[in-house]
């Protein structure tokens, strides 16, 4: 069965940093188009960024444009998010699926961003 599992998540000042890795499993990973998400408390779920199957296109929301990099190894089938600089408002539950949100979701990893 497919499974996302999300890690990497924790507490960190304004201005940090944080990596999260997504360990897909139970699907082609190296065919999909992954995407990492995020949801704060009392708000939708919302796209982050993207990548292509192949790395070769990547998207990202305005608001983390230049400090966020996502990355993927189809060979571990993981997805990475590399987040810099990080702002208050980056606090959420952070969430990887497929680009269309196809699969079942992971538990997600809790980014808290505060001084």
């Known amino acids: 069965q497919v499974q996302l599992v999300e890690s990497g998540g924790g507490l960190v000042q304004p201005g940090g940093s944080l990596r999260l890795s997504c360990a897909a499993s139970g699907f082609t990973f190296s065919a999909y188009t992954m995407s990492w998400y995020r949801q704060a408390p009392g708000k939708e779920r919302e796209l982050v960024a993207r990548i292509s199957r192949t790395g070769g296109i990547i998207n990202y929301e305005d608001s983390v444009k230049g400090r966020f990099t996502i990355s993927r190894d189809n060979s571990k089938n993981t997805v990475y998010l590399q987040m810099n600089s990080l702002k208050l408002e980056d606090t959420a539950v952070y969430y990887c699926?497929?680009?269309?949100?196809?699969?079942?979701w992971g538990q997600g990893t809790q980014v808290t961003v505060s001084s």
């Open positions: 699926n497929t680009l269309g949100g196809e699969f079942r």
